[in-house]
């Protein structure tokens, strides 16, 4: 007797084997959330076991003047609005002392905007600086979309922005701006940002270098299911053929001050289908190690529920951040040690402080 697919995604699941994109979508319209726990947690713990991460991090953001104008997007304006700004020497200098106060800082987190003017050099010179003054800190800068962007902007190739940021002081490259990486999405929500295989061909690139990166997805827009795991399978493709993706994060869409929002009448993902969707991701991308639940795109009791969902991450101290507050979010800019140790330690499992390659600084807050 034939096996249905959703009986073959049952048994592949539960026995960590590799899902189609047509088994992926089985489950989610099956919606069983409690199986699909159980089958994620299963899995985070062959990666990880009872160890939960998290890391001391700084966020800066240089800019929010950008030339893309997406409508997806809450922290951008058009160069000359009152509401822009750019970072210069002395704002640099104050974030970088702000910094300096975290301790045991592992990771400077940049992630800004495409300016219409600002020469690639600025964005070079502001690595070589943070790297004389933090010469062991992991500088987490500049997501692919950037990085085209760049690159555009010098008349440089891909290859030749990434090799110029790396000999900077650059380590690795955040997940963002993958947004879904089907054309015909970004067609609506950022049409004049990097194309899917242009994200792709810059993490491949960077991922050649040795430049380690995050991947990502934001969903909750105007994509289909189908879409959301064809987006996965491409990053699983990615992953199979360069190892360089360390951790996985879901970003659902934030629809307030959004022109998509409110164009679309989108409303904002709940927590049963972003915890589907972490479940899911899990088993989905099982050559990724590492899954993040974003707490400030979350919420910190969904992030802590996500932790039951195959999440084994939940990012970092973060300071201040600035792109996601201006969607919507109603979360804190930053949190301390002392609760992401006992948000974790709650839930049962081992609160471990990280550096960038997942290696332990301290356990349960400990030096």
Known sequence: MTMSILEAAHQKAAA?????????????????LLSLAEWARAAKERKSGRKVFYTANYHINLTNICRSNCPLCAFQCEEGDARGFLLGT??????LAS???VRNLSEIHIVSALHPSQPFSYYAGIVQRIRREFPNVEINAFTPVEIVHFSKISGKSVTEVLEILKD???????????????DRVREIICPKKASAEEWLDAMRQAHKLGIHANASMMYGHVETVEERFRHLAKLRELQDETG????????????????????QEIRKA???????MLALSRLMLDNFDHFKAFWVMLTLPV???????????LDGTIGEEKIIHAAGARTSTGITREKLDAIIRETGYDPVERDADYRAISTGGTA
Do not use: C, V
């Open 90 to 95: 002395e704002e640099i200098g104050k974030e």
């Open 270 to 276: 709940g927590s049963w289908e972003n915890l589907k």
């Open 99 to 101: 910094a300096r106060r």
């Open 244 to 263: 360089g993706f360390r951790a996985f994060l879901l970003f659902p869409f934030h629809p307030e001050n959004t022109k998509l929002g409110q164009e």
């Open 168 to 182: 900077a002081g650059l380590s690795s490259l955040p997940g963002g701006g993958a947004e879904i990486l089907e």
């Open 303 to 313: 992030a802590q529920l996500a932790l039951g969902f195959g999440a084994d991450d």
């Open 16 to 32: 960590g084997e590799r899902l189609s994109i047509e088994e992926g979508m089985a489950l989610y319209e099956e919606n069983d």
